[in-house]
């Protein structure tokens, strides 16, 4: 990588090129333009599930118990699993694949992987600590059909789990490729056979071509409720469509049909049938232009439950689904069995965002399909993503709604973080129930402060915009795991006993700063309980302890805790991280605090220390002590994030050499890093962890428009701004 961002960075496509004195406000607003554009709002998209034996694991890997689905399966026989998953653009991605027997894998027709004795464990030890099997594949744009081919061994193991290779930032969920499924999350298989397909399935394969009859088979559920459900005198359930008049005026639209049970009729919130026993049963209604939801409530009696309706004789008028449900092709969603004392309206549960909480057991719609499943699933690849960059982002995009009074990026912030809040408790759930949940996959599963901490802290600040549904019980969730579920030291220090790879195992991470010190600050704020605020002050100082180098006035990135030792990189954005969060304790603290003139004292030190390493464009390096490694914009912009604040709470004693740092900062930001268009270069990219430079310098490249450093890049801005108009005001 080169040392500065000239190779990739035309100056006459800079935004310094194109604003007189470099604007501010200017700047802030096209990088937050370009990011929403780019970025729209979406909703989930919901997808038929059907309740498998083949189910993703909390690993995200989807498992493939064979011995369990075909007890009578022998030697020598073959089952084949095929999925498809969509990519929009080429990419080398890793898979993670373990073998319980025989396993080939193939991608659009070509086999990728054949396992030798070796590679192949027992079933029995798939909880065990044996690491998976990684393979690379080429990705192209478009449909990538993936094919299982699952023996079974000699000592009779067989079976598999594959999936994707980054659980926390790409939970990849496969589709069924299949006319007749799809849209349907999940695989396809055959039944035992001794024969192979005639042809491995590839793109635009049809399954016919392949000469096997593949699973599940998909049931008709015709209406009748018993199917479903069984016989359960006294339950009910609800059932949900909507009445489509795509026409300009009023029509007469006839309700007409069959019923198994007592049933009743709800149209616009009125009922407008009901009967108490099984028969035929028509009459009219006055369709308004538009959609309005009909919904069905059932009762389950000795003879049955259920009903069936016949075509509706008006012009442009017909049921549809309330929700597109990829997969399905019926008209009615069903909200049971729900049982006798359950007390619900269903029209609380239109939004399809929460589960159904009956006295017995709790439920989500599903189609009238035995078997079939509704669930939500996040496919955009930002907008409604819960993690820890996107706490950053969004927290700039806030502030910038702020400083220009824009009320339509305040409003998009709180928008992405309530897709999250919203459906929290529905991805507890949905992990519970399917394995893992299709939406909120960090946020459903916290096993780390990355997952929690960083937009945590957004999703308080944004609900001072408005209330966002479930974001006091995220808040009060991620302040419990803070507190008393993730790993210490002995002394109290936060650290990571198990990390998401063995090589992050047993290390405490100067980044952590970040993922805790800002909740632990606003959550004081919200409860007024400072007894938070004192924990955020307490890590600060034993992080300290661990990771500062004292000879250089800055941070090591990583302590080895196994080996008792900081690693002694000086990794630019993990030191940036521990100034921002400095900055965001000591504005929070009170100068009375008992710990506030160490905190002070250290804010101190650590200042002059990343002052003096300020490279001669205005912007630091990717490793802070090494100039011939890459101009970095994450962490200058952290750099000038914590100069400004400090200048404008008076917490250096010097300042003018920090006003020059902070400007000189931003300046070098607009000249070598964001151009015209809002694109941000010179973002490293997300890290692991080395005892040598040369992985941070040469192995750790950075990302155009990398959510690591595009909200930092705003709030350093925005205290820019709010510095420039204080130094004005003061005189």
Same mark, same amino acid.
């Given at each position: 990588m080169a040392a500065n961002l000239s190779r990739y960075f035309d100056p006459m496509e800079s935004m310094a090129a194109q604003t007189e004195g470099g604007s501010i406000p200017h700047v802030l607003k096209v990088i937050a333009q370009r990011y929403v554009g780019d970025n729209p709002p979406h909703e989930p998209v919901y997808r038929v599930t059907r309740t498998s034996a083949i189910r993703k694991g909390a690993d995200h890997l989807y498992e493939f118990p064979l011995q369990s689905m075909f007890k009578d399966m022998e030697e020598g026989q073959r089952v084949y699993a095929w999925a498809k998953l969509w990519i929009e653009q080429p990419q080398e991605f890793i898979f993670h694949l373990r073998c319980f027997g025989p396993v080939r894998l193939y991608h659009n027709g070509n086999q990728r992987f054949g396992s030798s004795p070796e590679e192949e464990f027992s079933e029995a030890a798939q909880g065990a600590p044996a690491l998976p099997i990684k393979l690379k594949v080429n990705l192209v744009r478009g449909w990538n059909h993936f094919v299982l081919e699952l023996g079974k061994g000699r000592e009779?193991?067989?079976?598999?789990?594959?999936?994707?290779?980054?659980?926390?930032?790409? $939970?990849? #969920?496969?589709?069924?490729?299949?006319?007749? %499924?799809?849209?349907?999350?999940?695989?396809?298989?055959? &039944?035992?056979?001794?024969? $192979?397909?005639? %042809?491995?399935?590839? &793109?635009?394969?049809?399954?016919? &071509?392949?000469g096997a009859e593949w699973l599940p088979v998909c049931e008709e559920g015709k209406g009748r409720l018993d199917l479903l459900y069984g016989m359960q005198p006294g339950y009910s359930a609800y059932a949900w469509t909507t009445i489509s008049n795509r026409t300009a005026s009023k029509q007469q639209v006839t309700i007409a049909g069959a019923s198994y049970g007592p049933l009743r009729l709800l149209w616009q919130g009125k009922e407008v049938y009901a009967a108490q026993e099984s028969g035929d049963f028509s009459f009219e209604l006055d369709a308004n232009p538009g959609s309005s939801d009909l919904i069905a409530?059932?009762?389950?009696? &000795? =003879?049955?439950?259920?009903?069936?309706?016949?075509?509706?004789?008006? $012009?442009?008028?017909?049921l549809v689904l309330g929700r597109r449900v990829h997969g399905y092709k019926g008209q009615w969603l069903l909200l049971g069995p729900l049982s006798p004392e359950a007390n619900i309206n269903p029209a609380d549960y239109l939004a399809l965002d929460k589960v159904a909480a009956d006295l017995r057991m709790n439920i989500f719609w599903t189609t009238d399909q035995p078997e079939a499943n509704v669930r939500p699933f996040l496919e955009n690849e930002? *907008?409604?993503?819960?993690? *820890? $960059?996107?706490?950053?982002?969004?927290?700039?995009?806030?502030?910038?709604?702020?400083?220009? =009074? %824009?009320?339509?990026?305040?409003?998009?912030?709180?928008? #992405?973080?309530e897709f999250a809040t919203s459906t929290y408790a529905y991805s507890l759930w949905d992990r519970e129930r399917f394995g893992a949940a299709g939406l909120n996959n960090q946020l459903s599963h916290i096993d780390s402060l990355d997952d929690c901490g960083s937009f945590g802290a957004l999703a308080i600040m944004a609900e001072r915009i408005r209330p966002l549904k479930g974001s006091r019980t995220v808040a009060d969730d991620i302040a419990h795991y803070i507190m008393n579920v993730q790993d210490r030291m002995e002394d109290g220090a936060l650290y990571r006993k198990v990390g998401v790879s063995p090589s992050m195992h047993n290390t405490m991470w100067c980044d952590d700063m970040y993922m805790s010190v800002p909740f632990l600050c606003r959550y004081a704020e919200l409860t007024g309980d400072p007894g938070y605020r004192d924990e955020a002050a307490k890590q600060l100082l034993l992080y300290k302890k661990y990771l500062y180098m004292a000879d250089r006035q800055v941070m090591s990135h990583v302590y080895d805790v196994a080996n008792n030792k900081p690693s002694g990189t000086v990794w630019g954005r993990g030191n940036g991280w521990v100034f921002f969060s400095l900055a965001v304790l000591l504005e929070a603290l009170p100068i009375t605090h008992a710990s506030y003139p160490s905190i002070l004292a250290f804010y101190r030190e650590l200042a002059e220390g990343y002052r003096r390493l300020q490279g001669k464009h205005g912007l630091w390096h990717q490793v802070l002590i090494d100039a011939e490694s890459y101009e970095e914009s994450s962490c200058t912009s952290m750099f000038i994030y914590g100069f400004a604040l400090g200048i404008r709470h008076s917490w250096l004693e010097n300042p003018d050499p920090y006003i020059r740092a902070a400007l000189a900062g931003w300046q070098g930001l607009c000249e070598r890093a964001v151009d015209k268009r809002g694109n941000l270069y010179g973002v490293c990219k997300g890290s692991s962890w080395s005892y040598s430079h040369a992985y941070y310098k040469h192995d750790l490249g950075w990302n155009l428009n990398d959510t690591h450093g595009i909200g930092i890049v705003l709030l350093a801005g925005i205290e820019t701004q709010r510095m420039k108009e204080w130094l004005i005001e003061k005189g």
């Open positions: 009779g193991n067989c079976g598999a789990a594959f999936g994707t290779g980054s659980r926390k930032n790409k $939970p990849f #969920h496969f589709l069924a490729p299949s006319d007749e %499924r799809e849209g349907e999350e999940g695989w396809i298989y055959t &039944a035992p056979s001794a024969e $192979p397909l005639n %042809r491995i399935p590839g &793109a635009n394969q049809a399954e016919a &071509a392949t409530q059932c009762r389950c009696d &000795a =003879q049955g439950w259920g009903f069936q309706l016949g075509d509706i004789a008006a $012009p442009g008028v017909e930002l *907008y409604g993503r819960w993690n *820890y $960059p996107l706490g950053v982002t969004l927290s700039g995009l806030l502030g910038t709604g702020g400083l220009l =009074q %824009r009320e339509e990026l305040a409003n998009y912030v709180a928008g #992405h973080v």
